[in-house]
């Protein structure tokens, strides 16, 4: 009876636990073993050759650091100006004003669209059609003709282009768990502060920054991982990788595996070396989180 | 009372320009996708002459004829089928695994349910490289089933999580109460836990459904015959190598976009509800 009763148990949580050992976990063994091997993953034999993808990575592979390097471009962005305006529409809504609602579903639309919708929306408005390209006529409307720019074929402007684009459809991740936050601070705090002849700017710097500073860092870590596999935006937005000038590290694995001669143990090691700099970058955050309090 | 005045009026000034941020910060989101969907109504030769956000005429045939581009209807269709097909199953097997994780006991539940945590904070970028090998080992590439039980593998970790942290809530009394009526387990999970958990319930199924419905990269990977991609990848056959169709592309994009755009629109409270409590447990 006792037997049958565990047993009994461990059917509930048999087909959660056997689709993700099979679709999750048996897939991220193989990522590490795979990562040894030269293999163009159709042939039967694999060649070992021990820790040479990662070599190569490393030392060679310099379209993977210039990979590495527009993506962190575009988390630099994201996590400095789009966390910082977030920050500020937080504040802004975070007091007795009307429409507060309104304003956050309205936020949070650009976020549940996907990358790739959001790639080709922006595609068609910021194109290089003579006279079609909305951004220019604005900045032409307001007295800057000379700012008129081919923003999305010029390499200088490419890669800002897609960090500005990212934000656009990123902010309202920040603001919802900033606000979020906000509003978990008593408002006594703030009362008695006042009572005793704190101004606005000091209410700010004394009592919310400090208070705020673990869902800075939950914030800033989201940011990074987000903004470091962004990559459907820029097919959508850009097209591809336009010459190493807009390539991410997804866009550099995909490829890896994809390209006429496909190097699937080499994926895999980009892969790895990937995650693990991500992982370490959450981790940093996290312990600069805690000693922050 | 002169001061009162003056603090009274300084607020309504201060309030207004918050309101003109944050309104300009509103159009700004919108902008865009207005756009998208007047200038799917427009044709081709007017689309970037007539810039006004109100078109003379109105080519709704667009649709119609975006939807019969190469199979775009079709996988329409598949989006639809991979969306229900995989929220459908996530919310039975996280929510079996959720109760087994918050009221039964067995050997290894902990181990198992950190394994599940685990997977929602260690990021593996290159998780498609495998899986493309493992469905291919399984026969399942370039099948639906093989991309609805990835789908399903990935909303796991979050949706075992929410429905978990809602059963712990649920008093041992209701439950207790139910077995002396002669409720099995199951009966217990399908009778008492799933019905009190409507509030999470909505929350998972709206989530799941926004990731599925979102989902690029497997899909890429993973469909190589047109019949059966779903939207996302789908929207390619519009860009056209030489000449891009743009009013067509836009209704595509909007077909795209919209049926999203309205859940989230109707389900927006329990959205916002399943980020915040997301955000809090990282």
Avoid at chain 2, 50 to 63: A, G
Wanted: glycine share 6%; proline share 4%; hydrophobic share 55%.
């Amino acid at each position: 009876m006792k037997i049958k009763d565990t047993l009994e148990n461990y059917v509930f949580v048999l087909p959660a636990v056997a689709i993700f050992s099979i679709f999750y976990i048996i897939p991220f063994i193989w990522v590490f073993r795979l990562g040894l091997f030269d293999w163009d993953g159709i042939s039967f034999t694999k060649t070992f050759v021990g820790l040479q993808n990662f070599k190569e990575i490393f030392l060679q592979d310099r379209n993977w650091w210039q990979a590495m390097w527009n993506a962190s471009y575009i988390t630099l962005i994201a996590l400095t100006l789009q966390n910082i305006f977030a920050f500020m529409l937080a504040l802004a809504c975070d007091r007795e004003i009307r429409m507060k609602n309104f304003y956050r579903v309205i936020f949070f639309i650009p976020p549940v669209l996907s990358e790739i919708v959001v790639g080709m929306v922006w595609r068609f408005i910021i194109n290089d059609i003579e006279g079609a390209n909305i951004i220019n006529r604005l900045l032409a409307g307001a007295g800057f003709p000379n700012l008129m720019h081919h923003w999305l074929s010029d390499p200088k402007t490419v890669l800002t282009t897609v960090a500005a684009v990212h934000c656009w459809k990123g902010f309202g991740w920040g603001f919802l768990i900033f606000l979020a936050g906000l509003q978990t601070i008593p408002h006594q705090l703030y009362e008695s502060a006042q009572v005793d002849g704190a101004n606005a700017w000091q209410l700010l710097k004394k009592i919310t920054i400090p208070l705020m500073i673990p869902v800075m860092v939950l914030v800033a870590i989201l940011t990074v991982l987000g903004s470091m596999q962004a990559f459907a935006l820029i097919l959508g937005l850009v097209g591809g990788e336009f010459a190493g000038h807009t390539s991410v590290p997804v866009l550099r694995i995909l490829s890896s595996m994809r390209g006429s001669s496909p190097r699937f143990g080499y994926a895999c090691a980009q892969g790895i070396s990937f995650g693990m700099i991500l992982v370490i970058i959450s981790f940093i955050q996290y312990r600069f989180s805690n000693k922050g309090q | 009372m002169k001061y009162a005045l003056y603090y009274k009026s300084k607020k309504v000034f201060i309030n207004t320009l918050i309101h003109i941020f944050l309104i300009s910060v509103a159009i700004t989101c919108l902008y865009p996708l207005l756009w998208m969907i007047v200038s799917s109504l427009k044709t081709q030769d007017i689309i970037f002459k007539d810039i006004s956000l109100i078109p003379q005429q109105l080519h709704f045939e667009n649709y119609a004829n975006a939807l019969r581009e190469e199979g775009f209807g079709r996988s329409f269709v598949n989006s639809i089928f991979y969306t229900s097909v995989s929220v459908f199953s996530v919310v039975i097997i996280a929510s079996l695994a959720g109760f087994a994780f918050s009221r039964l006991r067995f050997l290894g539940r902990t181990v198992l349910f950190y394994m599940f945590m685990a997977a929602m904070m260690i990021p593996i970028p290159a998780s498609f490289v495998p899986l493309y090998f493992l469905l291919n080992k399984l026969h399942l590439r370039d099948t639906p089933a093989g991309y609805i039980l990835c789908m399903i593998s990935v909303g796991l970790s979050v949706s075992i999580f929410l429905f978990k942290t809602f059963f712990d809530k649920i008093p041992r009394e209701l439950e207790d109460v139910a077995r002396i009526d002669g409720c099995s387990k199951m009966g217990i999970w399908w009778h008492v836990a799933l019905p009190l958990a409507k509030p999470v319930l909505a929350v998972v199924i709206v989530l799941n459904a926004l990731n599925v419905w979102n989902e690029y990269i497997l899909a890429l990977i993973i469909f190589d015959s047109r019949k059966f991609m779903p939207l996302q990848v789908a929207l390619q056959i519009f860009q056209g190598e030489f000449v891009t169709n743009y009013p067509l592309l836009m209704a595509g994009l909007t077909i795209a976009a919209l049926p999203i755009i309205i859940v989230y629109l109707l389900m927006q409270k329990y959205i916002i509800k399943g980020i915040t409590s997301g955000a809090v447990f990282g």
